[in-house]
């Protein structure tokens, strides 16, 4: 079910000029809020390791992270449908924030659990890093959605691909304040979540989503406010469509793929000798995997369609885990791996979202982008949580081998999903 938001209720010009305003907005929030991102994904798992002297625990950095982005996404997609787009990102911001300074202050008092505390809250960061690009789809014409939504996704590459890179000049600033090495990259995070918060705030004028759902409830009296539908009804809507319930499939797998491999490669290369610049190296070029080409996945999404770019995002996930997981001690290996995996991350995530919103009337997206976020990163917990102790298990072809079977779903769904269109002759 492919819907216009806005159809003899907002004119286009008007449309077209909030738009670009909207996602000129979002772009910019997500360069500073990449910093943050990036910094923190590049050292979390070396601080667990510092405070536990367990390679173990390492995954429950990033394990964390993502689970805080799990808790919060449906709250701030509640706030989100009641209140706007506006209040919601600017809250995840600065929750995020908070985060960062917990684990300055877990790794200075060396306390773990408040350290994994302090990662919950900085998930809120990556919760609020997603939801902005549902906020690009809400004014979003059909023939523009994947492009529009992908051009915000996109513009995280700035922040996130400099973030890990941060580690060496952040171990200098750190020093000046007389912190530990580690946590200069967390004092970035700080501040580029700070950054977001504030320019979220005074620049996401007028509210994309209200906007939307005035337009839309202008045009059709009798839809449903989105504060107003239960999560139950949300839920019985997308697995009633196909599209929006392969979208969801194809988005939570994809991130749990690419969480499950990448949380571990900063510890297998450590292992291997690789020195710290390495490292930030890899998953700075893994980050610009999945952020860099984004643009070019919004536009073949909108010209070739959402499923076959979600479908081909499946089958990139594969050929990363099959390269990464064949690299033993070659770090080129093991970095090409890693930037097919944030490749693959991002046809499906790009088209997965555009599908989703494609699928779903206005009433309904809020709620249903907060489930599908919500799923994503409870995959991706759960999928770091075991990472650390598959790797020490079967090592890091096994981890790699393992991420790829979530694949299967989303093929096994496309394929029912073709086959309930030909019994319909469609």
Same mark, same amino acid.
């Given at each position: 079910?492919?819907?216009?938001?806005?159809?003899?209720?907002?004119?286009?010009?008007?449309?077209?000029?909030?738009?670009?305003?909207?996602?000129?907005?979002?772009?910019?929030?997500?360069?500073?809020?990449?910093?943050?991102?990036?910094?923190?994904?590049?050292?979390?798992?070396?601080?667990?390791?510092?405070?536990?002297?367990?390679?173990?625990?390492?995954?429950? +950095?990033? &394990?964390?992270?993502? !689970?805080? $982005?799990?808790?919060? #996404?449906?709250? %701030? /997609? @509640?706030?989100?449908? *009641?209140?706007?787009?506006?209040?919601?990102?600017?809250?995840?911001?600065?929750?995020?924030?908070?985060?960062?300074?917990?684990?300055?202050?877990?790794?200075?008092?060396?306390?773990?659990?408040?350290?994994?505390?302090?990662?919950?809250?900085?998930? +809120?960061? &990556?919760?609020?890093? !997603?939801? $902005?690009?549902?906020? #690009?789809?809400? %004014? /979003? @014409?059909?023939?523009? *959605?994947?492009?529009?939504?992908?051009?915000?996704?996109?513009?995280?590459?700035?922040?996130?691909?400099?973030?890990?890179?941060?580690?060496?000049?952040?171990?200098?600033?750190?020093?000046?304040?007389?912190?530990?090495?580690?946590?200069?990259?967390?004092?970035? &995070?700080?501040?580029?979540?700070?950054?977001?918060?504030?320019?979220?705030?005074?620049?996401?004028?007028?509210?994309?989503?209200?906007?939307?759902?005035?337009?839309?409830?202008?045009?059709?009296?009798?839809?449903?406010?989105?504060?107003?539908?239960?999560?139950?009804?949300?839920?019985?809507?997308?697995?009633?469509?196909?599209?929006?319930?392969?979208?969801?499939?194809?988005?939570?797998?994809?991130?749990?793929?690419?969480?499950?491999?990448?949380?571990?490669?900063?510890?297998?290369?450590?292992?291997?000798?690789?020195?710290?610049?390495?490292?930030?190296?890899?998953?700075?070029?893994?980050?610009?995997?999945?952020?860099?080409?984004?643009?070019?996945?919004?536009?073949?999404?909108?010209?070739?369609?959402?499923?076959?770019?979600?479908?081909?995002?499946?089958?990139?996930?594969?050929?990363?885990?099959?390269?990464?997981?064949?690299?033993?001690?070659?770090?080129?290996?093991?970095?090409?791996?890693?930037?097919?995996?944030?490749?693959?991350?991002?046809?499906?995530?790009?088209?997965?979202?555009?599908?989703?919103?494609?699928?779903?009337?206005?009433?309904?997206?809020?709620?249903?982008?907060?489930?599908?976020?919500?799923?994503?990163?409870?995959?991706?917990?759960?999928?770091?949580?075991?990472?650390?102790?598959?790797?020490?298990?079967?090592?890091?072809?096994?981890?790699?081998?393992?991420?790829?079977?979530?694949?299967?779903?989303?093929?096994?769904?496309?394929?029912?999903?073709?086959?309930?269109?030909?019994?319909?002759?469609?």
């Amino acid at each position: 079910m492919s819907t216009h938001i806005v159809p003899g209720a907002l004119p286009e010009e008007t449309r077209l000029r909030l738009q670009r305003r909207t996602v000129a907005a979002l772009m910019l929030t997500q360069v500073v809020g990449g910093v943050g991102m990036g910094a923190m994904l590049a050292v979390g798992a070396l601080i667990a390791i510092d405070l536990t002297g367990s390679d173990t625990w390492s995954g429950m +950095a990033t &394990t964390m992270i993502t !689970l805080g $982005a799990a808790v919060f #996404a449906l709250p %701030l /997609a @509640s706030l989100a449908a *009641r209140r706007g787009r506006r209040p919601g990102l600017a809250l995840g911001w600065a929750l995020g924030a908070a985060g960062g300074l917990v684990v300055i202050a877990a790794t200075v008092s060396g306390l773990f659990p408040l350290f994994l505390l302090g990662m919950v809250l900085v998930g +809120a960061g &990556t919760a609020t890093n !997603l939801q $902005a690009r549902h906020a #690009a789809a809400d %004014l /979003a @014409s059909d023939r523009s *959605r994947g492009r529009d939504l992908s051009v915000v996704v996109w513009a995280t590459t700035v922040g996130s691909v400099l973030g890990p890179n941060l580690i060496t000049p952040g171990g200098r600033v750190a020093a000046l304040v007389g912190l530990p090495e580690l946590l200069g990259p967390v004092l970035f &995070t700080t501040t580029g979540f700070v950054l977001g918060a504030l320019l979220t705030f005074a620049l996401l004028r007028p509210d994309p989503l209200l906007t939307a759902a005035r337009a839309a409830a202008s045009a059709d009296p009798a839809a449903p406010p989105p504060a107003k539908m239960p999560i139950r009804a949300v839920l019985r809507v997308v697995a009633a469509s196909p599209g929006a319930l392969l979208a969801v499939v194809g988005i939570v797998c994809a991130h749990t793929v690419m969480v499950a491999v990448m949380t571990m490669t900063p510890v297998h290369m450590s292992h291997h000798g690789a020195a710290l610049t390495v490292i930030g190296l890899t998953i700075s070029l893994h980050i610009a995997g999945m952020y860099a080409f984004s643009p070019v996945v919004g536009w073949l999404s909108d010209r070739l369609g959402r499923v076959p770019v979600l479908l081909a995002g499946q089958a990139v996930l594969l050929a990363a885990t099959a390269v990464a997981g064949t690299a033993g001690h070659d770090e080129a290996m093991v970095t090409a791996g890693l930037v097919l995996l944030g490749l693959g991350w991002s046809l499906s995530l790009v088209s997965g979202t555009a599908l989703l919103a494609g699928s779903l009337e206005v009433g309904v997206r809020p709620r249903a982008q907060g489930v599908s976020d919500l799923l994503m990163n409870l995959g991706g917990a759960a999928a770091g949580g075991l990472s650390g102790v598959v790797l020490a298990q079967t090592g890091f072809g096994g981890l790699n081998l393992f991420a790829a079977l979530f694949t299967v779903p989303v093929f096994v769904l496309a394929l029912r999903a073709v086959r309930t269109d030909r019994r319909a002759g469609r």
